[in-house]
């Protein structure tokens, strides 16, 4: 009995027999897996490693090296910012600390009715137009604490 989706293990299926090395679907596959469930459970990671060959500890050192892979529930919107040196010069951990404010949770936490969760991330690439920040797959740069509330309040009313 597979966690996923049909669709989704027909997509694992397919990826891993793309690949010379099975192995290389992994990142992509706990990209989806973690779509589709939120996070990823160790039923999850137990599955994807049989699925491609691995143990289970191999999977986990890879989603223990990426930053945008979980293994326990987020928010609906997990806000991920910045505070690498880019954006820390130009005000990374002001906006953390007024994310955090707003929400009234701290790093790595998940507000009470499970609308938002915040993450402190490194680099995200967006260094030419810091501070940054990242709701889900949405980028938001340039930011001040004005635009925060602005960015929060849109996914806020999307509900
Ligand atoms: S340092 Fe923040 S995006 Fe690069």
Redesign the pocket.
């Known amino acids: 009995m597979s966690v996923f989706s049909p669709a989704t293990r027909d997509r694992f299926e397919r990826l891993a027999a793309s690949y010379p090395q099975p192995r290389s679907a992994l990142v992509p596959m706990l990209l989806y897996a973690q779509d589709e469930l939120g996070y990823l459970p160790p039923e999850a990671i137990a599955e994807i490693a049989a699925l491609l060959g691995e143990t289970e500890l191999a999977v986990r050192e890879v989603i223990g090296y990426y930053s945008m892979l979980r293994t326990a529930p987020a928010g609906r919107y997990h806000v991920q910012v910045?505070?690498?040196?880019?954006?820390?010069l130009r005000g990374?951990e002001e906006v953390l600390a007024h994310c955090q404010r707003r929400l009234g949770i701290h790093n790595r936490q998940t507000t009470p009715d499970g609308m938002f969760s915040i993450e402190e991330v490194?680099?995200?690439?967006?260094?030419a137009?810091?501070?940054?920040l990242q709701v889900n797959y949405d980028f938001h740069q340039e930011l001040d604490p004005a635009k925060v509330d602005e960015i929060l309040e849109k996914y806020r009313r999307q509900g």
């Open positions: 910045c505070t690498n040196i880019s954006c820390m990374g490194e680099c995200m690439g967006a260094c137009w810091a501070p940054a």
